[in-house]
């Protein structure tokens, strides 16, 4: 055999059999192409902060931040008092957590905030308080002073409230419009979401503003808010959030877990109401797998337990949080709702805590399955997808620098995305 010369292998099924498959299962790859897209690559919130539409002011997220910086001055002044002792992180991982927390709380206190126009409001006067709302985001973005995310949440597509929600949005969304257009960073809640049905009714509410003010079709996108156990279990065995999901035509963009009035529909005493109870669980993780895959996001709920009052309280207050906030993201619920500006700190604490503890080993197993320089665990293109979006969460939220990631990894923030999003096809392909 000459040189270069291959040497050939035998077969024994014609080139048509293989095209045959293929065309056989081209709406099949279609549909997964249409369904499954993946994670849209963009920044995850680590939280949202909803507050009251009738409360809300220009000030609104300076204010948490001050408030959850004199918290910390108050019940934990230094690193060893506060996340050292009391939420029983190691000295080595206590100062770098407090120092980053306190320096998030300075510049970026919210990440996500929605104008509450449901449960939490108490306002007379909701057509004005809406149009605020739309005036003050606008100027926000305008500004600088914005949260990377903001919206509403709505009232519900239930018939008492039905009429009234629709208009809410009607004059947010146009308020926006008239101060010169939809931000980037604008979120829709839907909350307690029952049938696909309404789902639907959102879906064509929002096509007819596109239609009415211009916009491209499917500009805009909301979150489902998961309060009901109608929205996991149909009355046919079915889940329900799967077909939620479906029937948004790809405008969702996340489905919340309302951990009380969830946990209230299933009869759970307001005593153990929680978000670690295991009916929170099955809902969650009916969700997530729903989820999976399609582009839309998983949210955990939130405790209504206040670090409020003398400060062996608030420490108790602050365990619990950060207890729950570490749980969830360890079964990768990396967003949660947040009630009182006292809860952000513990908030950040665990998300820091979460990504530095394991920054090293993630980055170093990274770094050897891009070099192909193996190691004691044999990794795949799977793996590396899990390992780079850890690492561009943790940099997204300022748990982590950029400049330590590529210390360890070799890698920049390109790279890390390119390993984060393979297409579906790639992840069966070992050494992508």
């Given at each position: ?12 099924l014609?080139g048509?059999?293989?095209e ?8 099949v790859?279609a ?9 849209p690559?963009?920044?995850q919130p680590?939280?949202?902060v909803?507050v009251?539409g009738?409360?809300f ?6 204010s ?13 002044p230094d690193?060893a ?8 992180l ?5 100062e ?15 990440e996500?905030l929605?104008v509450d ?13 809406a149009?605020?709302a ?6 926000a973005y305008?500004?600088g ?5 903001m919206?509403i949440?709505m009232?519900?597509?239930?018939t ?9 949005l009607d ?10 257009g939809?931000?980037?960073g ?5 909350p ?10 959102m ?7 596109e239609?009415a ?46 951990t009380?009035?969830?946990?209230a ?24 797998v729903?989820a ?7 949210s955990?709920?939130s405790t ?11 420490h108790?207050a602050?365990?619990?949080h ?20 006292g809860?952000?700190p513990?908030?950040?604490?665990a ?6 503890e394991g920054?090293?080993?993630a980055a ?14 044999m990794d795949?293109p ?6 780079s979006g ?5 940099l ?7 400049a ?17 999003a ?7 392909i070992?050494g992508k």
């Amino acid at each position: 055999m000459g040189q270069g010369q291959q040497e050939q292998v035998a077969t024994s099924l014609a080139g048509a059999v293989s095209e045959e498959i293929s065309a056989s299962l081209a709406p099949v790859d279609a549909e997964l192409e249409r369904r499954y897209p993946g994670d849209p690559g963009t920044r995850q919130p680590v939280h949202t902060v909803y507050v009251p539409g009738d409360a809300f002011a220009a000030d609104t997220i300076r204010s948490w931040g001050d408030r959850a910086l004199a918290a910390l001055d108050e019940h934990a002044p230094d690193a060893a008092a506060s996340f050292a002792a009391v939420l029983g992180l190691s000295d080595e991982l206590a100062e770098p957590v407090y120092s980053r927390v306190r320096a998030k709380l300075e510049r970026e206190p919210i990440e996500d905030l929605r104008v509450d126009f449901e449960d939490g409001y108490q306002g007379k006067e909701e057509d004005q308080d809406a149009a605020r709302a739309a005036r003050l985001i606008a100027e926000a973005y305008e500004n600088g002073t914005a949260a990377p995310y903001m919206g509403i949440r709505m009232k519900c597509m239930e018939t008492a409230v039905r009429d009234r929600g629709i208009r809410t949005l009607d004059i947010f969304l146009t308020g926006l419009m008239e101060a010169g257009g939809l931000p980037e960073g604008l979120v829709l809640t839907l909350p307690k979401v029952t049938y696909a049905e309404q789902v639907t009714a959102m879906v064509r509410l929002l096509e007819e503003f596109e239609k009415a003010r211009g916009l491209e079709a499917g500009r805009i996108g909301f979150e489902i808010q998961i309060e009901t156990s109608q929205s996991i279990l149909a009355t046919d065995g079915t889940a329900t959030v799967a077909r939620m999901i479906q029937a948004a035509e790809g405008r969702a963009t996340g489905l919340h877990y309302g951990t009380f009035d969830y946990s209230a529909c299933l009869g759970v005493s307001a005593a153990y109401q929680a978000s670690d109870h295991p009916a929170a669980d099955h809902a969650k993780a009916i969700m997530q797998v729903a989820a999976a895959g399609t582009g839309v996001r998983v949210s955990d709920g939130s405790t209504n337990v206040l670090p409020v009052g003398p400060t062996a309280k608030v420490h108790d207050a602050w365990r619990l949080h950060y207890g729950l906030t570490r749980r969830a993201l360890s079964r990768a619920y990396y967003q949660g709702w947040d009630m009182h500006p006292g809860h952000i700190p513990t908030r950040y604490a665990a998300v820091f805590a979460f990504y530095r503890e394991g920054f090293e080993q993630a980055a170093a197993r990274l770094a050897r399955y891009a070099n192909h320089t193996g190691g004691d665990v044999m990794d795949e293109p799977a793996t590396a997808k899990a390992l780079s979006g850890y690492l561009l969460r943790g940099l997204d939220c300022g748990a982590l620098d950029i400049a330590e990631v590529a210390r360890v990894t070799g890698l920049t923030r390109a790279d890390l995305e390119g390993f984060a999003a393979p297409r579906r096809g790639d992840l069966t392909i070992s050494g992508k």
